[in-house]
């Protein structure tokens, strides 16, 4: 305990701060200072170590610390254009800003290349909220003081502040200070008047609509980020790129940065923010690599491992003279998780760097341990031929067995390292007031693997403060986690290798041959399996003790012949303990190898005698010895280089229930026991508590002490499916303790599943409630529940936090609930329990599925059926594979490129703000275990904008504006005759319901389909089962409410819930055929009494008809204006009115083809000559149309068929009438606009103008602005959708003729937040996007302007983004 005492301590313990005493490491650098990491290389694979954070810019024989940084995922790649030259040191960005060029560049060929990148991909999320929010801030001052300047020119205010080049708003109506004067020159004096009127109502409508316009644009505002253009070229030697990281365009005076690894160049991105980055170029200069971190993770990693501080040397590193290698694998798209992309590339930078070992605080949990292409690629390959020591956290889920992670906690070729804390750690970092005893982290995980390898090998301080990147404002920074303590033992790693190095010359160092000193002498602390706490120059003096026994340079591979091809022997269920048990086991010796001795490599062939010597002259005779009389083992084996097998008995059969049980099977080198176990075999045994007919077990009273963790082991019934832990703590002993954090930790495994399946660990506090009114101790009750799975083994571990005083005794309770479906019920062939949910199709009236209550008898039944997503099944449009890049992306073990398959996928949403999730059960949620070396997808909307990226691991996600997206799929692999297979592989798309749909559940078939049955007759009421009784349940599947968002032969996945003591069942109905409607019936038509037509007749009638229809298309298809007037005259002699009105529309339609572009644009075509000829075939439409159209509303309610005939005749009418009237609309303005504004200035001014004088002098005749708002005011009249594009664009202009430019961007902006986002709008979209940006630059609000020039190459980029 540390003594309290009335004056301070003389100094603060800065010694634990970066814990290295209790491992020897500062002892050992004391000892043998030149042995501090010297000479070492350690690639740190993590989310990229900060360039500007402290300690971590030299060695302490003065090199550069960091040798590269890589970002190995690609999020910061920039792909760079083909070869552009200058003009006059100019070049034209991406973003659209014209990039001086300093002068002072060398560039011998002239040749440049130009990209972008958005900052928000560049920068962790705490950044990114740093700048978006000043960029937002001042973004926001300026569009207030616009809007602040238009409310002023409202209400009046003469004294408004000058915000514009003319603060007469009015001015932006007229183009003269006498109104009257510009309307019009007539002296009458009341027409002058009326004018006036009429232009003070314009002005108000405009003044409001400009209000209404700017609350719009602020609202809908949001930062997406700048877009930094970059500059690549070649000077000579070397590639270099410039980053206008200012947003100016002015790289006059930038300075162009190398690659790190050559010059050491670091630039800042954000200069307020502390942000720096590094550069890389591949691909020939065809891409640009911007190096940053993902966070602040790395950056202490980097700290503990190998920190050097010249002045501070106290708070250096493990290893302070070792070298790093800045790996990031934490992809800046989701949020700085790993992606196998990543994985890859970091291994490969391992070998091509020559890193001596390599740290990795990453991992997740994985379905089955030891296996896939990047784990077997770390254990072959970068372990075994190119030597490199691999460490990585065992993961952070802890106390209870087996959660260990990938790869670090499972995976052989690895050292597995937990987290302990000591007393300098409690002393220096967690400011206890009252220490506790050495300790593992309550958190760390414990081994062993679920195939029985010991899962953790070693222990290392979890925690300490040292260095942090420098955005984050923190010098040195507490963090813990297994993700410290990993880098800790891979600086004592660095030492010994740097050691070994520097005393044993050019001999030869395995990992292996280091893993097995340090495991060999790590401290016991009485943990699983024995794993201990490194201890460094425990380690080295074994390393020199048996530098020259050749055994020390293998590794041993053991294998488990049970129904699974184990490394360990685990019994974990009732039925593995309930007799002895036998078990045949094979060890074989691994042996290291090299590059040079591949067969490509081996010339003379000299290596790879070698290696076959080696393995030739290998021979182990072993003792064998068992730590505990209920494991049996031979007393001897003999091992040569091939292996050899050996057979053990297990009786558990006498094991106390409920505890874990652990021995080992240790092997001894009969030359020298002293040695130690050569290897060990872990024996693991959780003999579960049988569970009685009540379906509860009483754990009893477990009493508890500072750093205490208990565990009990429950057989968990077969049926049950819900488990209830019950606490209680009430003893007079809680009066005088503290009150203490527990850890409630209970887990059950399933087969090639991820342990977080059935999983819970949970946070309770005892003590905090423990005082009752008027004295005494009052009872602490809680109740924690978690689904279960039946026959498996369930652990209850109760763990007081480490750092948490007192003593505490709690009463644990389990309890049990179960219903499942039952043989008979169509869900289950064998009655045995459900695991993959409940299915009914549709098609069926009535489903029935059969439940049973095989635990106890089960209260509260109340069943209830809700469906909550719609599951879609897409198949791919497109299926591409074609090799990657040789330069990053290539198999280690092959050394050919690997392979990539891009599948895209149509996915059409129908309503704004839709969530949904997207699944390829083949590839995904797996990453460590994958087959595949890669699984990533990107969706993207209409205009190729990037929307959202995810890996393995797949999550809800939100897409905001309904339409098309492509969902872009990538997945990569060394075998391309592999990927074959998938090219038409489905994506499951699971969209959330807008109102979740429920299906009716009744206990007896009549109720489903009628009301009057009587229920006292029923076999079931319901409410109660009876333990091991069957009960029907029929689901009303006729009557279920299909919604919108599901389609026949999609899914409703939901939950069926029978009792809220029990768990849920997934739940999926299949979407039957939609239902036929039979068509209206009609009133029979009145007779004809003309002469009936002869069959030839009717023929003839019908072929004349079909060849005018050809020659009215033609009209529309002809590229030719003569044929098409000809064909025009021709059909017009001798029509009839409606067909009149066919041909002309025909024609018009013709005149003006691209409708979806701008009237005055020169996309449209419509010059003044062709605007007039336009309007006048438009009013001949209109006269032929107009009164049949009217007809289409005496016909709403068509019961005959010569009604019904009148109506669709008079509807065809309509739509040809609205066609005319706008593209007379379009003409008139096409005649009205005048020439196209002149954008606004490049430079968005901090202050900008409220409006302005329209320069566009052009006088339009008073006449034809009459003309156009007469067919304005019609086209509204018939249109059936006021915002429909083409009459936005041909009403719009009308507000433009009047100087309303804020009333005609109104339609516009709603138009654009409405319209779904699909290809086959997007002409429609850009004209729509250039009519805002004119009508922006007509009111001359140049901070809009500038923004929505700033954000276009976002939001519409020219290609899709490279996953």
Same mark, same amino acid.
């Given at each position: 305990?540390?003594?309290?005492?009335?004056?301070?301590?003389?100094?603060?313990?800065?010694?634990?701060?970066?814990?290295?005493?209790?491992?020897?490491?500062?002892?050992?650098?004391?000892?043998?200072?030149?042995?501090?990491?010297?000479?070492?290389?350690?690639?740190?694979?993590?989310?990229?170590?900060?360039?500007?954070?402290?300690?971590?810019?030299?060695?302490?024989?003065?090199?550069?610390?960091?040798?590269?940084?890589?970002?190995?995922?690609?999020?910061?790649?920039?792909?760079?254009?083909?070869?552009?030259?200058?003009?006059?040191?100019?070049?034209?960005?991406?973003?659209?800003?014209?990039?001086?060029?300093?002068?002072?560049?060398?560039?011998?060929?002239?040749?440049?290349?130009?990209?972008?990148?958005?900052? $928000?991909?560049?920068?962790? *999320?705490?950044?990114?909220? *740093?700048?978006?929010?000043?960029?937002?801030?001042?973004? %926001?001052?300026?569009?207030?003081?616009?809007?602040?300047?238009?409310?002023?020119?409202?209400?009046?205010?003469?004294?408004?502040?000058?915000?514009?080049?003319?603060?007469?708003?009015?001015?932006?109506?007229?183009?003269?200070?006498?109104?009257?004067?510009?309307?019009?020159?007539?002296?009458?004096?009341?027409?002058?008047?009326?004018?006036?009127?009429?232009?003070?109502?314009?002005?108000?409508?405009?003044?409001?609509?400009?209000?209404?316009?700017?609350?719009?644009?602020?609202?809908?505002?949001?930062?997406?980020?700048?877009?930094?253009?970059?500059?690549?070229?070649?000077?000579?030697?070397?590639?270099?790129?410039?980053?206008?990281?200012?947003?100016?365009?002015?790289?006059?005076?930038?300075?162009?940065?190398?690659?790190?690894?050559?010059?050491?160049?670091?630039?800042?991105?954000?200069?307020?923010?502390?942000?720096?980055?590094?550069?890389?170029?591949?691909?020939?200069?065809?891409?640009?690599?911007?190096?940053?971190?993902?966070?602040?993770?790395?950056?202490?990693?980097?700290?503990?491992?190998?920190?050097?501080?010249?002045?501070?040397?106290?708070?250096?590193?493990?290893?302070?003279?070792?070298?790093?290698?800045?790996?990031?694998?934490?992809?800046?798209?989701?949020?700085?998780?790993?992606?196998?992309?990543?994985?890859?590339?970091?291994?490969?930078?391992?070998?091509?760097?020559?890193?001596?070992?390599?740290?990795?605080?990453?991992?997740?949990?994985?379905?089955? +341990?030891?296996?896939?292409?990047?784990?077997?690629?770390?254990?072959?390959?970068?372990?075994?031929?190119?030597?490199?020591?691999?460490?990585?956290?065992?993961?952070?889920?802890?106390?209870?067995?087996?959660?260990?992670?990938?790869?670090?906690?499972?995976?052989?070729?690895?050292?597995?390292?937990?987290?302990?804390?000591?007393?300098?750690?409690?002393?220096?970092?967690?400011?206890?007031?009252?220490?506790?005893?050495?300790?593992?982290?309550?958190?760390?995980?414990?081994?062993?693997?679920?195939?029985?390898?010991?899962?953790?090998?070693?222990?290392?301080?979890?925690?300490?403060?040292?260095?942090?990147?420098?955005? %984050?404002?923190?010098?040195?920074?507490?963090?813990?986690?297994?993700?410290?303590?990993? +880098?800790?033992? %891979?600086?004592?790693?660095?030492?010994?290798?740097?050691?070994?190095?520097?005393?044993?010359?050019?001999?030869?160092? /395995?990992?292996?041959?280091?893993?097995?000193?340090?495991?060999?002498?790590?401290?016991?602390?009485?943990?699983?399996?024995?794993?201990?706490?490194?201890?460094?120059?425990?380690?080295?003096?074994? =390393?020199?003790?048996?530098?020259? &026994?050749?055994?020390?340079?293998? *590794?041993?591979?053991?294998?488990?012949?049970?129904?699974?091809?184990?490394?360990?022997?685990?019994?974990?269920?009732?039925?593995?303990?309930?007799?002895?048990?036998?078990?045949?086991?094979?060890?074989?010796?691994?042996?290291?190898?090299?590059?040079?001795?591949?067969?490509?490599?081996?010339?003379?062939?000299?290596?790879?005698?070698?290696?076959?010597?080696?393995?030739?002259?290998?021979?182990?005779?072993?003792?064998?010895?068992?730590?505990?009389?209920?494991?049996?083992?031979?007393?001897?084996?003999?091992?040569?280089?091939?292996?050899?097998?050996?057979?053990?008995?297990?009786?558990?059969?006498?094991?106390?229930?409920?505890?874990?049980?652990?021995? $080992?099977?240790?092997?001894?080198?009969?030359?020298?026991?002293?040695?130690?176990?050569?290897?060990?075999?872990?024996?693991?045994?959780?003999?579960?508590?049988?569970?009685?007919?009540?379906?509860?077990?009483?754990?009893?009273?477990?009493?508890?002490?500072?750093?205490?963790?208990?565990?009990?082991?429950?057989?968990?019934?077969?049926?049950?499916?819900?488990?209830?832990?019950?606490?209680?703590?009430?003893?007079?002993?809680?009066?005088?303790?503290?009150?203490?954090?527990?850890?409630?930790?209970?887990?059950?495994?399933?087969?090639?599943?991820?342990?977080?399946?059935?999983?819970?660990?949970?946070?309770?506090?005892?003590?905090?409630?423990?005082?009752?009114?008027?004295?005494?101790?009052?009872?602490?009750?809680?109740?924690?529940?978690?689904?279960?799975?039946?026959?498996?083994?369930?652990?209850?571990?109760?763990?007081?936090?480490?750092?948490?005083?007192?003593?505490?005794?709690?009463?644990? &309770?389990?309890?049990?609930?179960?219903?499942?479906?039952?043989?008979?019920?169509?869900?289950?062939?064998?009655?045995?329990?459900?695991?993959?949910?409940?299915?009914?199709?549709?098609?069926?009236?009535?489903?029935?599925?059969?439940?049973?209550?095989?635990?106890?008898?089960?209260?509260?039944?109340?069943? $209830?059926?809700?469906?909550?997503?719609?599951?879609?099944?897409?198949?791919?449009?497109?299926?591409?594979?074609?090799?990657?890049?040789?330069?990053?992306?290539?198999?280690?073990?092959?050394?050919?490129?690997?392979?990539?398959?891009?599948?895209?996928?149509?996915?059409?949403?129908?309503?704004?703000?839709?969530?949904?999730?997207?699944?390829?059960?083949?590839?995904?949620?797996?990453?460590?275990?994958?087959?595949?070396?890669?699984?990533?997808?990107?969706?993207?909307?209409?205009?190729?904008?990037?929307?959202? /990226?995810?890996?393995?691991?797949?999550?809800?996600?939100?897409?905001?504006?309904?339409?098309?997206?492509?969902?872009?799929?990538?997945?990569?692999?060394?075998?391309?005759?592999?990927?074959?297979?998938?090219?038409?592989?489905?994506?499951?798309?699971?969209?959330?319901?807008?109102?979740?749909?429920?299906?009716?559940?009744?206990?007896?078939?009549?109720?489903?389909?009628?009301?009057?049955?009587?229920? /006292?007759?029923?076999?079931?009421?319901?409410?109660?089962?009876?333990?091991?009784?069957?009960?029907?349940?029929?689901?009303?599947?006729?009557?279920?409410?299909?919604?919108?968002?599901?389609?026949?032969?999609?899914?409703?996945?939901?939950?069926?819930?029978?009792?809220?003591?029990? #768990?849920?069942?997934?739940?999926?109905?299949?979407?039957?055929?939609? $239902?036929?409607?039979?068509?209206?019936?009609?009133?029979?038509?009145?007779?004809?009494?003309?002469?009936?037509?002869?069959?030839?007749?009717?023929?003839?009638?019908?072929?004349?008809?079909?060849?005018?229809?050809?020659?009215?298309?033609?009209?529309?298809?002809?590229?030719?204006?003569?044929?098409?007037?000809?064909?025009?005259?021709?059909?017009?002699?001798?029509?009839?009115?409606?067909?009149?009105?066919?041909?002309?529309?025909?024609?018009?339609?013709?005149?003006?083809?691209?409708?979806?572009?701008?009237?005055?644009?020169?996309?449209?075509?419509?010059?003044?000559? =062709?605007?007039?000829?336009?309007?006048?075939?438009?009013?001949?439409?209109?006269?032929?149309?107009?009164?049949?159209?009217?007809?289409?509303?005496?016909?709403?309610?068509?019961?005959?068929?010569?009604?019904?005939?009148?109506?669709?005749?008079?509807?065809?009418?309509?739509?040809?009438?609205?066609?005319?009237?706008?593209?007379?609309?379009?003409?008139?303005?096409?005649?009205?606009?005048?020439?196209?504004?002149?954008?606004?200035?490049?430079? %968005?001014?901090?202050?900008?103008?409220?409006?302005?004088?329209?320069?566009?002098?052009?006088?339009?005749?008073?006449?034809?602005?009459?003309?156009?708002?007469?067919?304005?005011?019609?086209?509204?009249?018939?249109?059936?959708?006021?915002?429909?594009? /083409?009459?936005?664009?041909?009403?719009?202009?009308?507000?433009?003729?009047?100087?309303?430019?804020?009333?005609?961007?109104?339609?516009?902006?709603?138009?654009?937040?409405?319209?779904?986002?699909?290809? #086959?709008?997007?002409?429609?979209?850009?004209?729509?996007?250039?009519?805002?940006?004119?009508?922006?630059?007509?009111?001359?609000?140049?901070?809009?302007?500038?923004?929505?020039?700033?954000?276009?190459?976002?939001?519409?980029?020219?290609?899709?983004?490279?996953?």
């Amino acid at each position: 305990m540390a003594n309290r005492t009335s004056t301070p301590r003389q100094e603060f313990p800065t010694h634990g701060l970066m814990p290295r005493g209790e491992t020897q490491a500062a002892e050992f650098v004391r000892k043998y200072p030149q042995y501090d990491g010297r000479g070492v290389v350690a690639a740190v694979l993590d989310t990229g170590i900060d360039p500007g954070a402290k300690g971590l810019q030299v060695t302490s024989d003065g090199k550069r610390k960091v040798v590269d940084y890589i970002d190995c995922t690609g999020s910061g790649d920039v792909e760079l254009s083909d070869v552009v030259h200058a003009d006059e040191l100019t070049l034209k960005g991406v973003s659209g800003r014209t990039l001086r060029l300093n002068a002072a560049w060398k560039n011998p060929t002239g040749e440049w290349r130009v990209g972008a990148k958005r900052l $928000s991909r560049l920068v962790p *999320s705490d950044v990114w909220m *740093s700048v978006s929010a000043e960029r937002s801030q001042r973004f %926001c001052k300026s569009a207030q003081q616009l809007t602040d300047a238009v409310l002023a020119k409202k209400s009046g205010d003469k004294g408004a502040t000058k915000v514009s080049k003319d603060s007469d708003t009015s001015k932006n109506l007229t183009k003269d200070s006498d109104t009257s004067k510009n309307l019009t020159k007539d002296s009458d004096t009341s027409k002058n008047l009326t004018k006036d009127s009429e232009t003070s109502k314009n002005l108000t409508e405009e003044l409001d609509a400009q209000v209404d316009v700017l609350k719009t644009l602020n609202n809908a505002y949001t930062d997406i980020g700048p877009l930094l253009d970059c500059v690549v070229f070649h000077d000579g030697e070397q590639w270099r790129a410039a980053i206008d990281v200012d947003e100016s365009g002015d790289l006059s005076a930038a300075a162009a940065l190398g690659a790190y690894k050559h010059t050491g160049d670091v630039g800042e991105l954000c200069k307020r923010q502390l942000f720096y980055y590094t550069l890389n170029f591949y691909d020939e200069g065809r891409t640009l690599s911007i190096v940053t971190c993902a966070g602040s993770h790395s950056t202490h990693v980097a700290g503990i491992l190998a920190a050097h501080h010249p002045d501070e040397p106290q708070n250096d590193g493990v290893a302070p003279g070792a070298q790093l290698l800045s790996l990031m694998i934490g992809d800046h798209r989701v949020g700085s998780m790993e992606t196998g992309v990543g994985l890859t590339r970091a291994v490969n930078a391992i070998v091509e760097y020559g890193a001596d070992v390599a740290n990795m605080s990453y991992g997740e949990p994985s379905s089955t +341990p030891n296996v896939g292409q990047w784990v077997q690629t770390v254990a072959q390959e970068v372990v075994r031929r190119h030597g490199c020591v691999f460490v990585s956290s065992a993961g952070n889920e802890g106390p209870a067995l087996s959660s260990t992670g990938s790869p670090g906690g499972t995976s052989d070729g690895f050292i597995g390292v937990g987290a302990h804390v000591g007393y300098d750690q409690m002393l220096a970092e967690y400011a206890m007031y009252e220490t506790v005893g050495d300790t593992v982290f309550t958190w760390s995980s414990r081994g062993p693997t679920p195939d029985g390898a010991r899962g953790v090998d070693v222990y290392a301080p979890g925690s300490a403060i040292t260095s942090f990147p420098a955005y %984050c404002k923190e010098r040195l920074c507490l963090r813990n986690g297994t993700s410290m303590s990993s +880098p800790n033992l %891979c600086g004592v790693a660095a030492l010994l290798v740097s050691a070994w190095k520097q005393e044993m010359g050019g001999a030869s160092l /395995s990992p292996y041959r280091v893993k097995n000193a340090i495991v060999s002498t790590a401290k016991p602390i009485g943990e699983l399996h024995s794993a201990g706490l490194v201890q460094t120059d425990s380690a080295w003096q074994f =390393l020199k003790r048996y530098a020259a &026994r050749a055994a020390e340079q293998v *590794s041993w591979l053991t294998h488990v012949d049970d129904s699974r091809r184990a490394r360990g022997i685990y019994l974990r269920n009732a039925e593995e303990s309930a007799h002895a048990r036998f078990f045949n086991i094979g060890v074989v010796p691994v042996f290291p190898t090299s590059e040079k001795a591949r067969l490509e490599h081996d010339a003379d062939g000299e290596s790879g005698r070698q290696e076959s010597q080696a393995q030739f002259d290998f021979e182990q005779r072993l003792l064998l010895v068992a730590t505990e009389s209920w494991v049996s083992v031979p007393d001897a084996l003999y091992v040569a280089s091939q292996g050899n097998k050996f057979a053990a008995r297990v009786d558990a059969t006498k094991l106390q229930a409920g505890r874990l049980h652990t021995a $080992s099977i240790d092997a001894y080198d009969s030359t020298d026991v002293d040695r130690g176990p050569v290897f060990s075999i872990p024996v693991t045994v959780t003999k579960p508590l049988h569970v009685d007919a009540s379906a509860c077990v009483d754990l009893g009273t477990l009493q508890f002490r500072p750093t205490e963790i208990v565990r009990r082991f429950v057989a968990v019934p077969p049926g049950a499916t819900r488990a209830h832990i019950v606490l209680r703590a009430s003893n007079a002993a809680a009066l005088e303790s503290s009150p203490a954090l527990f850890y409630l930790h209970c887990m059950q495994l399933e087969p090639a599943t991820r342990f977080r399946k059935f999983y819970m660990r949970e946070r309770v506090s005892i003590g905090h409630k423990s005082y009752a009114a008027g004295g005494g101790c009052a009872e602490q009750k809680g109740t924690k529940s978690m689904d279960v799975i039946g026959g498996a083994t369930l652990e209850v571990c109760l763990a007081q936090f480490w750092n948490q005083l007192g003593a505490h005794d709690i009463d644990v &309770r389990v309890e049990f609930n179960g219903i499942v479906p039952a043989n008979g019920g169509g869900a289950l062939a064998d009655g045995g329990p459900l695991r993959s949910g409940i299915t009914v199709h549709g098609s069926n009236a009535v489903a029935r599925v059969d439940f049973m209550a095989p635990v106890r008898p089960e209260y509260d039944v109340s069943p $209830s059926i809700m469906l909550t997503k719609a599951r879609k099944t897409l198949r791919p449009h497109e299926a591409v594979i074609s090799p990657m890049g040789a330069e990053r992306d290539t198999h280690l073990a092959t050394g050919s490129a690997l392979y990539k398959l891009e599948l895209d996928y149509r996915l059409e949403t129908t309503r704004d703000s839709t969530q949904l999730s997207l699944h390829m059960p083949a590839v995904d949620t797996q990453i460590y275990e994958n087959w595949a070396d890669n699984f990533a997808l990107a969706i993207f909307d209409a205009n190729k904008r990037h929307q959202v /990226s995810q890996i393995s691991y797949t999550s809800p996600l939100l897409i905001k504006q309904c339409g098309e997206s492509l969902v872009r799929v990538q997945i990569r692999h060394r075998s391309a005759k592999d990927l074959e297979a998938l090219k038409d592989i489905p994506l499951l798309v699971d969209v959330v319901l807008k109102s979740p749909v429920k299906l009716t559940t009744k206990f007896d078939m009549a109720s489903i389909f009628t009301s009057t049955v009587d229920s /006292s007759a029923a076999v079931y009421r319901g409410g109660f089962i009876a333990k091991g009784s069957r009960v029907p349940l029929f689901i009303d599947t006729i009557g279920a409410a299909v919604p919108s968002e599901a389609a026949p032969g999609d899914v409703l996945v939901g939950k069926l819930t029978m009792s809220k003591h029990t #768990a849920s069942f997934d739940f999926e109905y299949v979407v039957p055929a939609k $239902s036929i409607k039979k068509p209206e019936e009609s009133k029979p038509a009145t007779p004809k009494v003309d002469k009936p037509e002869s069959k030839e007749e009717q023929d003839q009638r019908e072929l004349d008809e079909a060849l005018r229809r050809v020659r009215v298309d033609w009209v529309k298809k002809s590229r030719d204006d003569g044929v098409r007037t000809r064909l025009v005259t021709d059909l017009l002699a001798n029509s009839s009115d409606e067909q009149r009105a066919e041909v002309l529309a025909a024609q018009l339609s013709a005149l003006d083809a691209t409708s979806s572009a701008l009237p005055w644009s020169e996309a449209a075509c419509l010059t003044a000559a =062709l605007a007039r000829r336009a309007i006048g075939i438009a009013d001949s439409v209109i006269e032929l149309t107009r009164t049949q159209a009217l007809t289409a509303r005496l016909y709403e309610k068509a019961e005959t068929d010569d009604e019904k005939t009148l109506k669709k005749q008079a509807e065809l009418a309509r739509t040809q009438l609205i066609a005319a009237l706008t593209t007379k609309c379009r003409a008139l303005a096409a005649l009205t606009h005048g020439p196209v504004p002149a954008t606004a200035s490049e430079t %968005c001014a901090d202050y900008v103008e409220v409006d302005g004088s329209d320069n566009d002098e052009t006088d339009v005749p008073e006449q034809t602005v009459q003309e156009y708002e007469r067919a304005v005011a019609e086209l509204r009249q018939w249109a059936i959708a006021a915002d429909d594009v /083409s009459v936005v664009m041909a009403t719009a202009p009308l507000h433009m003729a009047r100087h309303q430019y804020a009333r005609a961007l109104q339609p516009v902006l709603a138009w654009l937040a409405k319209a779904p986002m699909k290809p #086959a709008n997007a002409a429609e979209r850009r004209s729509m996007v250039e009519l805002r940006n004119q009508l922006l630059a007509k009111l001359q609000w140049t901070i809009w302007s500038a923004h929505f020039r700033a954000i276009a190459p976002i939001e519409s980029p020219a290609n899709y983004e490279r996953l």
